[in-house]
């Protein structure tokens, strides 16, 4: 749907269109690396756990089966859920969903192919969903942008392991400014989610955009600061990057503890990664 085509939307369906488009291009930009990636990385290991670029793709695939299975129905959302519980892992099950019916592994091309088709379709869906309806999900339910932009940082994190894999230097455009944002809103959680005190107040964030403009999140604050640009403070959230490997600047003692456990996505606490242990390799000069 064009810009042109949400025009005649109510304002909260046009903002959840125009949402899916920045979604949709975040899976359109890992499709093509992926079509035009040589078909001999698809078991080498990533610097993410070693999980391979077929694990990468079969994880992001099969939570957005889940983000389908939610939006159709919550009951076989919960079914679902407790299935996983009781395969003992989110990996175990993946890998026995993608065999269900099938004698052999699917190929690096056939899970790509199974991946893009559903992706497409989750777009569809989150596109027409209710924007004020809240669907189930693992703890809280959550609103179809709430959503979108949990699938966006997802295929956007994720698609580092491969970018960094293969050495392909990438773009960016102010569709991260969802990801920022759910950044920005998780300072508690981050806290929360370990059972520590949440450190008052949130620091001031600000951030230069893709494009040049400014980014500002949170009070302005001389005390509790974090500054940079963007692509890396999305990259510190979402535990692609340790802090130390950034160049962001940190003011006070609340942006440095953040910033070293920054988590902006569920589950269980995660740590990010070592100092040096992912970095953006050097560009091939060949």
Known sequence: MSAADTRSLPKDQKVLVEQVQDLRAEGDELYELLTGMDASYWNHATLFKSWSVRNVLAHLHFSD???????????????????ISSAGSLRDFTDQWLMQGREQPLSGPELLHRWRSMFIEMCEQLAAADPS?????????????????????????????????LGVPRQHSDRLRHIAAIGARTYDW???NRNLPVPEPAPYIRLQA????????????????VEGSTVEFCQVVTQVRNIADTSLTLTGSNATAWMKIAQCFAGPPQDPPEPGSRVTPPVSQD
């Not at 089966?65 to 959302?77: E, G, H, P, V």
């Open 133 to 165: 309806e809240r669907f189930a999900w693992f703890g809280p339910g959550m609103k179809a942008r709430m959503f979108t932009t949990a699938r966006q940082m997802e295929t956007w994190a994720h698609g580092w392991e491969i970018y960094d894999l």
């Open 65 to 83: 089966y889940m983000a389908l299975t939610c939006l159709r129905s919550a009951a076989d959302f919960r079914a679902l859920a407790g299935d």
């Open 210 to 225: 893709p494009s040049g403009a400014v980014w500002e999140f949170n009070e302005p604050d001389s005390d509790q600061q």
């Open 190 to 192: 981050t806290f929360t």
